[in-house]
């Protein structure tokens, strides 16, 4: 009996921990949006929205940056504190959420905010608004909701000197 009572004080005391515990999030849990870098290659119009092929690539910045670059050119040198690493160049297909947040860099280096078919028309080459863009094939990130269909939330175009 005193066995027990000594195990109920101490997950007694530890209650408050566990309880810190679970309100972060756990191993198992899954992320709210999950972002990733590269570059749109196609986007076209489906049945409910949109879908882009998308090439994702590797940002890196500090050691991994440093790393990579040494592997890839014998230099630890990395300009502007990242290193781009983009291997494989397999399309990823994502569909895009109808109020997804998508915004494009103009000539200023502001963020524009613009609709899925103004994207899928740049992507395409077109310029429908007469927009000064800072670059149509800069790479971009995108963020990516945890309900499936799991579509794009949120697209960003990058800049890069």
Known sequence: ???????????????????ALATASPPSAKPARVAFFGHIKEMRRTAKGYEIRFDPAWWLNGHAAEQAAFED?????????????????????????????????????RLVRISPSELSAI????????????????????????????PAVALSQQYQP
Do not use: C
């Open 123 to 150: 992507v395409h080459g077109r310029n429908p608004n007469h927009r000064q863009l800072f670059s149509r094939t800069a790479a971009w990130w995108i963020q990516i909701g945890n309900k499936y269909p799991n």
């Open 1 to 19: 009996m005193k066995s027990s009572l000594m195990l109920v004080a101490v997950v007694a005391g530890f209650a408050g921990a566990a309880v």
């Open 73 to 109: 050119t014998g230099s630890r040198d990395v300009p502007n504190d990242y290193y781009i690493v983009d291997e494989g160049h397999r399309l990823l297909s994502f569909l895009v959420a109808k109020g997804a947040s998508i915004g494009v860099l103009n000539r200023d280096l």
